[in-house]
DNA sequence: CACGAGACCTGTTCGC
DNA sequence: TGCGAACAGGTCTCGT
């Protein structure tokens, strides 16, 4: 589920929060721990000791993490594969995965829903201590075309899981890097180091676009964790075997590729370039 | 260094 | 209808 644009849209939320009452701001008073493994680091009660009483001062996001800055140290959540995170009041029901709960001031909650009960929780001194080896954020107006050249030019390795590594670049995940292939018309088992200056060129401005498209549209939401955003109306080859492609009407096919679900149009992506 | 397999978890959808 | 297999937005570790 989240990469990028919906971890974006979420810290967007939370910073907003509901009702005037954003969650910058709001101490935590006490936690629900019922998924212990969520908390990575530091030890269980270590953290339930440290998180007590500290305030929240803004949300922000690097790669697909979540960073709380808090008026003491750090707390980052990743959501992982079906972790969604809002706030609440004490009134509203419970759902059913929401394993960890953060209980705020005036019956507001911040709730973790995760399905899957992948999704960590680090609670650090400096954030660089669970982000240091991601790679460039690929919105930063310091990330350029020549950037990502030069990138790709260093390793050797298809395109399609090299993107997906988020030490080679932060944020992307599954659909954004078959969207962004298609939009670059790159096949997705093209080897990194043999792209034309032009094809990385195509292959920076398709992730822009897939990316910029996803948070206009406040991320995707599928299958039935609803998150309120509608980029999956968008999609021109996540998830649409054998529809034609929009672009040329070639039937989208699905491969596997480094045990992901791969999904490209093989008129628009041709595996051997002229 | 690059890649595949297996693990971590649970819920939904597919195929017989 | 029923049941097991396959599949799912992520990432880590291990073996080749």
Redo the contacts with the bound molecule.
Sequence with gaps: ???LP?VETIAQRLREGRETHPLPGMKILRTSLQWP?HIQKPSLSTFRRRIKNRQVVDIGRR??FLVFTLDEDYMLI?L??SGDLYLQTASEPRG??EHTIFYLEDDWQLRFSD????GRIYYVQDPEEVLSHLGPEPLDPEFTAEKLTNRLWK????LK??L?D?RFIAGL???YVDEALHYAGLHPQVQSNTLSNHQAQKLWGGIRTALEKGLVHN???????Y?GGNFQNEFRVYQRTGEPCPVCSTPIERIVV????THFCPGCQPEKHL
């Design positions: 589920m989240p990469e919906e493994r790669g697909k990743h992982r594969m059913p995965y399905s899957r009960k992948f390793h050797r390795r298809m899981p090299l997906l988020q995940g599954n659909i991320g995707a939401s599928i299958d039935w964790v998150r480094g045990q992901r679900g």
